[in-house]
């Protein structure tokens, strides 16, 4: 795996090193001991898999609390999103800054995302399949979300939004700790 640090600390693209031959590829996806020499969250508890029917679904920007805070590690399995990643974190130089990326079944790229770091992404294809590994278990009553629209972020989403849930399209605006 290439890891390139995007412009937020702690929030990789990786990219992977397929070893191709006459059956196609072979490539590893996740490996704990590259991911503590990056300093990354080599934790993983927990797979899920969001399956979005429609092109211009919105997903976020979500985010766990603390006592249990979540890293992410995000890949697009089917069709393709913009994946945005929002710095959270109190007293960080990148408080509010964002970072988005393509990521798609033909670039194989993942995202890396820290805790303290909401994620949110925006489907560019129908029928788009993300598959992520996240870091703690899942605890609804820390469940957390920002606007997607917020204007504290201004995020350059690349297409018009097209199906929101309910949950999502109401979150507050960004209020710092």
């Not at 805790?115 to 009553?141: K, R």
Request: aromatic fraction near 12%.
């Amino acid at each position: 795996m290439i890891f390139h640090e995007t412009g937020l600390p702690g929030v990789f693209a990786i990219h992977l090193e397929p070893q191709a031959d006459e059956r196609g590829f072979f490539a590893r996806s996740w490996c704990r001991r590259e991911f503590e020499i990056h300093g990354l969250n080599p934790a993983m508890v927990q797979c899920n898999v969001s399956f979005n029917q429609k092109k211009g679904t919105l997903r976020g920007l979500h985010y766990q609390a603390a006592p249990h805070p979540e890293s992410k590690l995000v890949r697009c399995t089917a069709g393709s999103i913009f994946d945005v990643a929002v710095d959270l974190r109190p007293g960080s130089p990148t408080l509010k800054k964002w970072t988005g990326m393509v990521l798609s079944s033909a670039n194989r790229r993942m995202i890396y995302i820290p805790e303290g770091v909401a994620h949110g992404f925006l489907t560019l294809e129908d029928n788009t399949e993300i598959f992520y590994q996240m870091s703690e278990f899942y605890h609804p009553e820390l469940s957390r979300g920002v606007r997607w629209d917020d204007p504290a972020f201004k995020i350059a989403w690349p297409s018009r939004v097209e199906v929101i849930s309910e949950r999502d399209r109401n979150y507050s605006s960004f209020v710092p700790a």
